[in-house]
C-alpha cells in the first residue's frame, strides 16, 4: 500500500511541494485546496477541493484515506484551518508539520497592526488614498473610512461589504517591481495595507513603496501554537518526510495511519 501524504494547500510552497512527491515512485500525494479561487490552475497529484467539516472531519478524512504524513501549507493567516489541522493530525496519530514561509523584516516607514480592525483605525493618519493589498476576504473591517479612496487588487472579485470608494483591480500575479510601481503611480497612492504573508513572490510591493517613500500598514501573522512543527521551506519539509515515510514510500497495510 502506497504511503499518502495531504497537502493543505493554496500557496507556492505548496505547488511545489506537490511537484517535488508526485513523481515518487510508491507515494500517493493529495493536494487539498479550500476552493475559495475557481480557477487555481493545474497541481501534480490528487486533487480534492472543499472542506473537511471542521477538525473531526479533518480526522476522519485522515483514518478513511489512510494518510501517513499531514502538510500544512496554507496561507500564513489561515489561522483557522492550521488549528483544525494540528488538532486532527493529535486525533488522528498522523505526524503533521506546517511549512510557513518566513515573515518579512520590518522596512522603513512600517506601520505593525495586529488586526485589519487595527489597520482601518491607522489610515486616516496616514494618507487617504491606499492600496489594500490583504486579500478579497477582510474588506468590511474598511467598510467606515468614507473620506478614504481605495485601491482592491484581486483574482477574482470581492464580496461586499466594500469600503463606500473602492476601486477594484482584477489581476493575478506574480507583480515585477515595475508593475507595483506603475500601479501605486497611476493611481497616486500614499499609503500601502498588506499582511505579512512573507516570501518573494508578493516582495515587489514593498520594495515599490519603499522606492517612493510610501508608509506601510503591516498587518501581523498570527503565532503558531505551541508544539506545532514549522519548517520555512519546501526542502526542508523533503527532509522531514524522508524520516516520516518508509523507503520506497510504501508502507505495509498493518503499519500505515
Known amino acids: 500500500m502506497p504511503a499518502h501524504v495531504l497537502?493543505?494547500?493554496g500557496t507556492t510552497e505548496a505547488r511545489r511541494l506537490a511537484t517535488a512527491l508526485a513523481s515518487r515512485p510508491g507515494l500517493r500525494v493529495t493536494t487539498s485546496l479550500a476552493g475559495r479561487v475557481r480557477r487555481p490552475g493545474a497541481i501534480d497529484g490528487e486533487v480534492r477541493?472543499?472542506?473537511?467539516?471542521?477538525?473531526?472531519?479533518?480526522?476522519?478524512?485522515?483514518?478513511?484515506?489512510?494518510?501517513?504524513?499531514?502538510?500544512?501549507?496554507?496561507?500564513?493567516?489561515?489561522?483557522?484551518?492550521?488549528?483544525?489541522?494540528?488538532?486532527?493530525?493529535?486525533?488522528?496519530?498522523?505526524?503533521h508539520a506546517v511549512l510557513r514561509r518566513p515573515g518579512w523584516d520590518l522596512g522603513d516607514d512600517w506601520?505593525?497592526?495586529a488586526s485589519l480592525a487595527e489597520a482601518a483605525k491607522a489610515l486616516p493618519h496616514l494618507g487617504r488614498r491606499v492600496f489594500l493589498s490583504t486579500g478579497r476576504l477582510g474588506l468590511a473591517a474598511f467598510a467606515g473610512l468614507t473620506d478614504t479612496q481605495f485601491i482592491v487588487r484581486s483574482v477574482?472579485?470581492?464580496e461586499p461589504?466594500?469600503?463606500?470608494?473602492?476601486?477594484?483591480?482584477?489581476?493575478?500575479?506574480?507583480?515585477s517591481l515595475a508593475d507595483e510601481l506603475d500601479l501605486l503611480r497611476t493611481h497616486r497612492i500614499d499609503v500601502l495595507v498588506t499582511k505579512d504573508s512573507g516570501g518573494a513572490a508578493t516582495a515587489p510591493k514593498l520594495a515599490a513603496a519603499r522606492s517612493l517613500s510610501l508608509p506601510v500598514v503591516v498587518v501581523r501573522r498570527p503565532e503558531l501554537a505551541s508544539g506545532v512543527r514549522a519548517l520555512p521551506e519546501v526542502e526542508g519539509?523533503?527532509?522531514?518526510?524522508?524520516?516520516?515515510?518508509?523507503p520506497g514510500g510504501a508502507c505495509a497495510a498493518d503499519t500505515c495511519p
Do not use: K, M
Open 7 to 9: 497537502i493543505l494547500g
Open 49 to 95: 477541493v472543499g472542506g473537511f467539516g471542521g477538525a473531526a472531519g479533518l480526522a476522519d478524512w485522515l483514518r478513511a484515506h489512510r494518510v501517513t504524513a499531514l502538510v500544512d501549507a496554507t496561507h500564513p493567516f489561515a489561522e483557522r484551518i492550521t488549528a483544525n489541522a494540528a488538532q486532527a493530525a493529535r486525533s488522528a496519530g498522523v505526524p
Open 111 to 113: 506601520y505593525p497592526v
Open 156 to 158: 477574482e472579485p470581492p
Open 161 to 175: 461589504p466594500l469600503p463606500p470608494h473602492c476601486e477594484v483591480v482584477l489581476a493575478r500575479g506574480p507583480f
Open 237 to 246: 519539509v523533503l527532509d522531514w518526510l524522508a524520516g516520516v515515510i518508509p
